[in-house]
């Protein structure tokens, strides 16, 4: 069974930045082959997909993050990325990395809350 583990979420001010890391446990060559996606759940809310990336590269941004959030991945270390820009309140979640489409066991996900 594939681990997701996600990490550097945290407490940041409106318009602030935040750099999210996902690790797979899982070999290179499966790795690679899967879409990865960055997933957020606000509380009394759905999880949502908010930023995806093929094996070759491409990306896709949900609208609510398009200019402001980065995925890339490194497929050599089986790592998923998410650069958070200009954050804004309603930013505020757990993240989730999982591939696209996500299977159905998760991570612990990591905190991200935008707040002054």
């Known amino acids: 069974q594939v681990q997701l583990v996600e990490s550097g979420g945290g407490l940041v001010q409106p318009g602030g930045s935040l750099r999210l890391s996902c690790a797979a446990s899982?070999?290179?060559?499966?790795?690679?082959?899967?879409?990865m996606g960055w997933y957020r759940q606000a509380p009394g809310k759905q999880r949502e997909l908010v930023a995806a990336i093929t094996s070759g590269g491409s990306t896709n941004y949900a609208d609510s993050v398009k200019g402001r959030f980065t995925i890339a991945r490194n497929s050599d270390e089986n790592m998923v990325y998410l650069q958070m820009n200009s954050l804004k309140p309603e930013d505020t979640a757990v993240y989730y990395c999982?591939?696209?489409?996500?299977?159905?066991?998760w991570g612990q996900g990591t905190q991200v809350t935008v707040s002054s």
């Open positions: 899982e070999s290179r060559s499966i790795f690679s082959i899967f879409a």
């Open positions: 999982n591939r696209v489409p996500a299977m159905r066991s």
